[in-house]
């Protein structure tokens, strides 16, 4: 039975107070009273009936069927009880206040309010009147409420979706400007712990022996922080670091019906935990430690919005782990640097026969960024400095089963600048060197008979906190053995070989993106020239109008007044173009830059659609082109920012018909995918190239060979759609085939 509650309700105020649903004579009610009882229990919406005493207070008479269905109580078990009695103490009290106003006022009221029943939240919109009896006194309160919690919940999800961005966003922020990792984790406990609303958020760094330590927290607990404890989870040895190295997370919303093992809950709940969400963090490749909220004191029904937001926020936390770990590396390398220098410079001081030599080879590495100058010359100043026949430099390949002989200087010794060895072929000699360790050997030089000739030889590994680079050899022509200093001297400048190797490493690194960022700024200054040659041809037209209009008004010239309207419309057209030129430009730039979010309406696409389209029956007519709408039927209501949507889908009816040859069709097609309400704009006639697919959305880029109708624009038509569209949160692609072409866009339920 379809019945409006307004008028049930209107239809009981004029019955008497005895008589007013449940009175004292029932055994009496009237044909009339049946029917209005019968529409009170099948009505769908929701009806209850409240008693107002005498002493004030208030107590519940019936409830509806529909409304018992609704809170799961039934109108037996409510009649006589108290808002106390079925509310916990807050909404109780709320329910209070509004009959009380609705005493105090003595008319009907309406409100809105959340109400909590059997554990579950529920949105109502209620609207409470007043019944009087014979001497006006108000006796009784008719309630009708309708469950809005969709409504509700959808208005929440919009508001919790533009909060985690703001708490996306907030991390990024702090990423990119370069926040101490304390700071970063501090504030994300803290803001993540406000979002979700939850007794406690942490952040739990791995040990090296299994256990771990909070590192942040933000809980509402005055006492007993967890905050630089080491806690180890005797559970955790177990399945756990499989299940989350796996990237999966932990998500209970009660420890005791979670099926947990006994010595997981005894842990947890030694620390005060009811309910928590643990997601893994992850440096690269290594889980590094775990991000966990808590609910401390109840259970917590943990939404998918809420683990996808944790998913999203250990990425971020990864990101700023590694960007510190990088940071700490770089300062631990210069203090490195540092320390090694004035190392060397206290060596320098007891050994001062090394003291030029380490000198100049410092100056060359601060001076030149040339790996060949400054490694050519170590070899020249150690060969003369340690009385060498030979000095050579050798570097590895990038899987280090080759070495190259690079650099070389020889006083009487063959030249070997150029070879290539195997390692496979000296593993006796290669492998301690990979191991970074000195060599120092005796050689018997070939040729030499039968006076044999015996040589001193030592390598010394060039290598840095990054790894192994090459080897210094070093060939004396005796059989003295190289000292302890010596040693030292070509290991001290191996280290700074390493630092010149990983210079001109990082100088070439520099320069390819310094090449990359000089291409780039070529293509934004060719974008620049060629809006400034947009911006231009249309004035140098109107300027020349301008001086032919001038020239034509003159008294000599005033009976040739024809060509007026002429150049007027030239004035016109070309101003009209820059004017949109402009307009659009400036659009464009906005919308890159800091676009003010989208103001969202609710439309439904059917009737919405049809003027828009229509607009334009005239120019496909004049144009010979046939324009056809298809909306499927049922579509649900679009949330879109209106203007918006107007302009996107103005500028792809103009691209259509500009390119669509007469005879051919231009289609616009509504309709419902499993996620997404789909919009296609399809034009035949025209077949576009997997280029100029590419380009298409590009500014300024025209399809001028494929347009019948010569018709002119700024070029920023397609580019401008393609921004409204992201700016919409939607998506839009173009496909072309079969002689037609397609602009789809996307909008997300």
Request: with cysteine.
């Amino acid at each position: 039975m379809n019945v409006n509650p307004t008028e049930l309700i209107t239809e009981l105020t004029k019955l008497s107070p005895p008589q007013i649903l449940f009175g004292t004579e029932v055994d009496k009610k009237s044909s009339s009273e049946q029917f209005l009882l019968s529409m009170y229990d099948s009505v769908q919406a929701s009806i209850f009936i409240v008693d107002v005493l005498d002493d004030g207070d208030f107590q519940y008479v019936a409830l509806n069927p529909t409304h018992e269905r609704w809170i799961g109580i039934c109108s037996d078990d409510l009649r006589g009880k108290k808002p106390e009695d079925i509310l916990s103490p807050i909404d109780a009290a709320t329910v209070r206040q509004h009959y009380a106003d609705c005493v105090l006022f003595g008319k009907t009221i309406s409100y809105e309010q959340c109400l909590q029943f059997q554990g579950i939240p529920t949105w109502w919109s209620t609207t409470l009147t007043p019944l009087r009896d014979t001497n006006s006194r108000i006796y009784r309160l008719i309630g009708t409420s309708s469950n809005i919690t969709p409504v509700k919940q959808a208005e929440q999800a919009v508001g919790l979706q533009a909060e985690r961005e703001q708490l996306l966003e907030a991390i990024a922020a702090r990423i990119h400007q370069f926040v101490e990792l304390e700071t970063i984790l501090h504030q994300t406990t803290i803001e993540l712990r406000q979002f979700l609303n939850c007794d406690r958020v942490l952040i739990y760094r791995f040990e090296a022996d299994g256990s771990g330590v909070i590192i942040a927290e933000s809980t509402l607990a005055v006492s007993d922080p967890l905050l630089g404890k080491n806690i180890t989870d005797p559970c955790f040895s177990g399945k756990h670091p499989e299940h989350y190295g796996r990237g999966c997370i932990q998500v209970v919303e009660d420890i005791y019906a979670a099926g947990l093992h006994p010595c997981h809950i005894d842990f947890l709940a030694s620390l005060q935990i009811r309910a928590n969400v643990v997601v893994p963090i992850f440096q690269e490749q290594d889980m590094w430690g775990l991000l966990i909220a808590q609910h401390c004191h109840q259970p917590r029904q943990w939404q998918q919005t809420e683990t996808d937001l944790f998913k999203q926020l250990a990425t971020q936390i990864g990101i700023a782990i590694q960007q510190a770990e990088l940071r700490q590396q770089i300062k631990d390398l210069k203090a490195k640097l540092e320390l090694q220098k004035q190392k060397h410079i206290n060596q320098l001081q007891q050994v001062r026969k090394f003291e030029a030599l380490v000198r100049r080879i410092i100056e060359q590495i601060r001076d030149s960024l040339d790996e060949t100058q400054v490694l050519q010359t170590v070899t020249q100043e150690l060969a003369q400095l340690l009385n060498l026949d030979r000095c050579q430099i050798e570097l590895y390949s990038p899987c280090q089963t080759l070495v190259t002989i690079t650099y070389e200087y020889t006083t009487n010794l063959p030249q070997c600048q150029g070879l290539t060895r195997q390692i496979a072929d000296r593993l006796e000699v290669y492998q301690p060197l990979l191991q970074k360790q000195t060599l120092q050997f005796l050689e018997i030089v070939p040729g030499w008979r039968p006076n044999l000739l015996v040589m001193s030889q030592m390598a010394c590994p060039i290598f840095d906190t990054q790894g192994i680079l090459g080897n210094i050899w070093l060939t004396r022509p005796t059989q003295e053995a190289f000292d302890e200093f010596e040693i030292e001297l070509v290991q001290q400048v191996a280290n700074k070989c390493a630092i010149a190797i990983r210079q001109a490493q990082r100088y070439e690194q520099n320069r390819a993106q310094v090449k990359e960022l000089e291409k780039r700024d070529r293509l934004k200054n060719e974008f620049l020239r060629t809006l400034s040659q947009e911006l231009r041809t249309p004035i140098t037209s109107i300027s020349l109008a301008a001086q032919t209009l001038e020239s034509v008004l003159t008294p000599s010239e005033i009976s040739d007044i024809e060509i007026v309207p002429q150049l007027l419309q030239i004035l016109y057209n070309e101003c009209g173009r820059e004017s949109k030129l402009i307009n659009d430009l400036l659009t464009l730039t906005s919308l890159e830059a800091e676009p003010n979010p989208p103001t969202l309406i609710a439309i439904d696409l059917q009737s919405w659609l049809y003027p828009i389209v229509e607009s334009f029956r005239d120019i496909t007519s004049c144009q010979r082109q046939h324009l056809n709408l298809i909306v499927a039927h049922a579509l649900p209501p679009l949330e879109t920012d209106i203007t918006d949507l107007e302009r996107i889908i103005t500028e792809l009816l103009n691209h259509a018909a500009k390119y669509t040859p007469a005879g051919k069709s231009i289609i616009v097609c509504a309709g419902l995918t499993e996620n997404a309400i789909e919009l296609n704009i399809t034009n035949s006639g025209i077949e576009l190239t997997s280029n100029e697919l590419s380009r298409i959305f590009e500014p300024f880029y025209h399809l001028s060979k494929h347009d019948p109708w010569k018709h002119s624009g700024t070029g920023l038509e397609l580019a401008l759609v393609q921004k409204m569209v992201r700016h919409l949160g939607c998506s839009i692609c173009v496909n072309s085939a079969a002689g037609q072409t397609t602009f789809t866009i996307k909008f997300p339920l």
